[in-house]
């Protein structure tokens, strides 16, 4: 059975040739090793580290008193924003690092949500950036993670009743929130929709016909090489291999930066 994410529909999204030597050929390659690709790799530190604290936290064990490196002292002022600002409802009942999924059409969909909120009348889905820069609206709402985790909770709201909340919920309720510790007054939500839902379900239909190909012609390099000077396999396919590449917009908390953006805008597995 073939099984997918967000962040292979993100790569594919970004460049098709990526996807394939990735997810077809499953070839492995060492990341260059530069000055943008070491930050990478400890901005993605720090924010794994950032996720295991609101996770403990919000099962309430609480942070430790002390933090002396200069990693720590980057933690130690995200984790004291989010405890001021905890963006989460006081009244909601929460699970935190929960994994979800749906078959459709024999093709199995995942996700792993940082944190799902409901209410008596919403259900909102949490997800933590700590990019340095703030998230931009345009991107994110074309980023697959913004469609597909809400699909994928509307396909399990039956389980999320039989888990003791409240019955009845649809996708009109349901609603994505990135909250990012280094602005924590402004968090960009996406609300979801029953529209939406059926359009994402013939896009899921679409994408896993394209994924079960193996031609490798119908996977083209990206034709824009200031994305290859962010990808691993640019040593590799020999493109994009000039100086490293500003750090704008900063994406330091998932793999991929999303691409350009355009003029125009089952049977479930749920363990809770």
């Known amino acids: 059975m073939n099984q ?57 064990v609480l942070p430790p008193a002390h933090l002396n490196t200069d990693t720590d002292l980057i933690l130690a002022r995200w984790i004291e ?39 008596s009348d919403k259900i909102m889905i949490f997800d933590w950036k700590t990019s340095e820069k703030a998230l931009n609206s345009v991107w994110l709402r074309q980023n ?63 994408l896993a016909a394209e994924f079960s190909t193996r031609d490798a012609a119908c996977f083209p390099q990206v034709t824009d090489e200031r994305v290859c000077m962010r990808c691993k396999f640019q040593t590799r396919c020999n493109r994009g291999t000039t100086p490293d590449p500003a750090p704008e917009p900063a994406f330091s908390d998932w793999e991929e930066i999303p691409p350009e953006p355009e003029t125009d805008s089952g049977d479930i597995v749920l363990e809770l």
Not at 45 to 58: C, E, I, M, N, P
Not at 81 to 94: C, G, V
């Open 81 to 119: 924003n989010f405890i001021q600002f905890n963006p989460l409802p006081s009244e909601a009942h929460f699970f935190v690092e929960t994994p979800f999924s749906t078959l459709l059409e024999g093709t199995l969909w995942l996700g792993e949500f940082d944190c799902t909120a409901l209410t």
């Open 4 to 60: 997918f994410s967000a962040s292979q529909i993100q790569v594919y999204q970004t460049c098709p040739w990526k996807y394939y030597l990735t997810n077809v050929l499953k070839i492995s390659w060492p990341t260059p090793v530069t000055s943008f690709f070491k930050k990478q790799e400890a901005d993605l530190s720090a924010g794994k580290r950032f996720h295991r604290f609101v996770q403990r936290y919000l099962q309430g």
């Open 144 to 206: 697959p993670q913004t469609w597909l985790y809400p699909f994928l909770l509307c396909r399990n709201l039956e389980r999320l009743q039989t888990a003791g909340t409240s019955a009845g919920f649809s996708a009109d309720q349901v609603e994505l929130i990135y909250w990012n510790p280094n602005f924590p007054t402004a968090p960009l939500r996406f609300p979801y929709s029953q529209n939406s839902f059926h359009a994402d379900k013939t896009k899921l239909i679409r």
